[in-house]
């Protein structure tokens, strides 16, 4: 049980364009849902929290209408990386609480984005 | 903020030998929780220390909350190239925060 997906899982794109990523969460509701960004040989940096019907909060530093995040259902969340630049490239990982699970983050396998 | 680092960064163990990763936050913790991720995945969930003082064991894995909820401790017994990975320890963001906070990660390779 607790199975995050993500989609997709690469994508590369041309410079100025806009990328969607969804994440599911495919056994279980979650009610809040996480993005984070992490680059290689780093840890993992939060970019913003998303519940479920609610406007996402997004952590210092990280531009709202840069990464636009949806949590339309307890099963999917999504961030678009609008605009996006070769600086933008970098893995995104997104995770989920069950609203059983007090603590406890599943991540999804995350998507590795390219911006040309 | 918040800070939680991890030392060492890197470790290069041969196999058969013990490793640790030590995890340090600026500020005390409702809980500390440990996670796995594998070269080119993700992190995946091991355990969630809540108690001061707190030892868990998972067969060769053994995992430890400080007294003063602020540091922690992964240590794996016998190393075997399945434990490679880095390790990161995550608290909440605040005392009973939902977000958290990774540490820096320790990279742990395997000498066959």
């Known amino acids: 049980g607790a199975v995050v997906s993500q989609h997709p899982s690469r994508v590369i794109c041309k410079s100025g364009t806009s990328v969607k990523i969804e994440c599911r969460s495919l056994d279980f509701q979650a009610t809040t849902m996480f993005w984070y960004r992490q680059f290689p040989k780093q840890s993992l940096m939060l970019m913003a929290t998303s519940n479920e019907g609610s406007k996402a909060t997004y952590e210092q530093g990280v531009e709202k209408d840069k990464f636009l995040i949806n949590h339309a259902s307890l099963t999917l969340s999504t961030l678009t990386v609008t605009s996006a630049h070769p600086e933008d490239s970098s893995f995104y990982i997104c995770?989920?609480?069950?609203?059983?699970?007090?603590?406890?983050?599943?991540f999804g396998p995350g998507t590795r984005l390219t911006v040309l | 903020g918040q800070q939680v680092m991890q030392i060492p960064q890197y470790q290069h163990v041969q196999e058969g030998e013990d490793f640790t990763t030590y995890c340090n936050s600026s500020?005390?913790?409702?809980?500390i929780q440990w996670y796995k991720q594998r070269p080119g995945g993700h992190p995946v969930f091991l355990i969630q220390l809540v108690k001061s003082g707190e030892v868990k064991k998972q067969k060769r894995l053994t995992f430890q909350f400080g007294e003063a909820k602020k540091n922690s401790s992964l240590h794996i017994t016998a190393t075997q190239t399945t434990d490679v990975g880095t390790y990161f320890c995550?608290?909440?963001?605040?005392?009973?925060?939902?977000?958290?906070?990774f540490g820096t990660g320790t990279r742990l390779t395997i000498i066959p």
């Open positions: 995550a608290g909440p963001s605040n005392f009973g925060n939902e977000k958290l906070t």
């Open positions: 500020t005390t913790l409702s809980n």
């Open positions: 995770s989920a609480r069950d609203r059983g699970r007090l603590y406890e983050q599943f």
